[in-house]
């Protein structure tokens, strides 16, 4: 059986792992911080919840019109 090298992050906490990627000015090409999108595995980064009411949440790095987590 595979060693299981996938799992699910909450976006509160990979907003958290953004801010340290951030702090540490590691700047990863495109963005991408290790997340994948669970339904397309499309990179996708967090983001924080907005000003405007906007809920915390995950948008791929490039906009992907097939994934049925799109919006
Ligand atoms: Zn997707």
Redesign the pocket.
């Known amino acids: 059986m595979p060693k299981m090298e996938e799992c699910l992050i909450h976006v509160d906490l990979a907003n958290a792992l953004r801010e340290v990627v951030d702090k540490m000015s590691l700047r990863p090409p495109e963005g991408f911080i290790g997340l994948s ?6 990179p ?1 980064k967090p983001m924080k919840a907005g000003t405007t009411g906007a809920a915390a949440h995950f948008e ?1 790095l490039a906009r ?1 019109p097939q ?4 919006d």
């Open positions: 999108c669970p339904a397309c595995h499309k996708v791929h992907n994934c049925s987590l799109s």
